[in-house]
């Protein structure tokens, strides 16, 4: 049996892919940030089990973060750009005439905006540089795998400790971690909660 499939072309010619949602770590270093967590976080719960409200709550989260930085935020690599162009103006008005106190300051405030974002690009760079790494390693190349057992060692926990006794059996390992993370997230009425 054939298979028809039609699609609708946009009017540019261009289709729009839905980029996949990705939390920016630069984010972190932003004003209002963490209020917007908060508001988000201090939202009505909708069931008794902390859990389940969190698993409830995370896609509205992903969809308030992406309206917040399209608005709030936007794209720093090109208000870096315009930035500079703004700085280079400055100063070359200032080969020709001395600027006035207004433009000095306000050349000063650009540059300190300008250190904001170069940090938050780093950060963003560092955050896409682990992103790619981790995704393509190094086609399998023995740096990759050197890297990659370091790694491993870095994370690996070697003991663990409750109110100062090491813990060498995993059923009390287990126990130990449970009734840490029942006491932080509470007791769950649903002994089970799956997330699709």
């Known amino acids: 049996m054939p298979l028809l499939l039609q699609m609708d072309s946009p009017s540019n010619g261009k289709l729009k892919l839905n980029k996949p949602f990705r939390f920016e770590n630069f984010w972190l270093t932003i004003a209002g940030f963490k209020d917007l967590i908060m508001d988000w ?27 917040w930085n399209q608005s709030h935020v936007g794209n720093i690599l090109l208000q870096k750009d315009k930035l500079l162009h703004r700085i280079d103006n400055l100063d070359v008005e200032e080969e020709t005439r001395n600027l006035s106190s207004a433009e000095k300051e306000e050349r000063i405030k650009m540059k300190e905006k300008l250190d904001t974002l170069l940090y938050q690009e780093e950060t963003l760079w560092k955050q896409r540089a682990h992103i790619k790494w981790l995704r393509d390693g190094d086609q399998n190349t023995k740096l990759f795998h050197l890297w990659a057992s370091n790694r491993k060692r870095k994370n690996l926990i070697l003991d663990i400790y409750h109110q100062r006794v090491p813990i060498l059996d995993n059923r009390q ?17 649903q002994p089970c909660i799956t997330a699709n």
Request: aromatic share 4%; glycine share 2%.
């Open 41 to 67: 976080r201090n939202k009505e719960p909708t069931t008794s089990d902390p859990a389940s409200n969190l698993i409830l709550k995370l896609p509205s989260l992903r969809s308030h973060l992406k309206a």
């Open 173 to 189: 390992i287990h126990d130990c971690f449970r009734e840490h993370f029942k006491q932080l997230l509470g007791n769950s009425e």
